[in-house]
């Protein structure tokens, strides 16, 4: 059994793997990986709060949205949805990140492009 300290916790191995930890924490035993372990005592030593390494074990771990993943061009703006969430939508426009339906950054975008069109022709009036 492997013990080591870590922010004023004894953290030992959980039986004879050297995977899976565990730490006391009050009257709660929290068993989980070491990163796991050492974000749950990150966490009630910042708050006070004694949250499950469960929570924190798939942290970072991006879902494999490869086969959801979708872009589009629309107006010259590349609008992506990496999710495949209808609301996932996303583009960079004017400097910004929009986000929402695909159809409302379209209609945004349009809205802009319009907006811009009748400002430069207001414009050319004014010559």
């Known amino acids: 059994m492997a013990i080591t300290l870590y922010r004023g916790f004894n953290l030992k191995t959980s039986g004879d ?5 565990q730490v006391q924490i009050k009257e709660s035993t929290l068993v989980g990986s070491l990163n796991a372990i050492k974000k749950s005592v990150d966490w009630y030593v ?3 709060s004694i ?7 798939n942290v970072g771990k991006r879902p494999d949205t ?3 993943a979708m872009q589009e061009d629309f107006n010259g703006f590349t609008l992506k949805n990496d999710t495949g969430e209808a609301n996932g939508w996303y583009c960079f426009f004017n400097g910004r990140l929009i986000k ?3 159809l409302a950054l379209e209609r945004h975008i349009q ?3 319009i907006a811009k069109k009748k400002a430069q022709q207001q414009q050319q009036q004014k010559k």
Do not use: C, H, V
């Not at 793997?17 to 930890?21: A, D």
């Not at 949250?51 to 074990?57: L, Q, S, V």
């Open 51 to 57: 949250i499950d390494p469960r929570e924190f074990e």
């Open 17 to 21: 793997s050297k995977q899976i930890w």
């Open 100 to 102: 929402g339906s695909r």
């Open 111 to 113: 809205a802009y492009l």
């Open 46 to 48: 910042e708050t006070n």
């Open 66 to 68: 490869s086969d959801k």
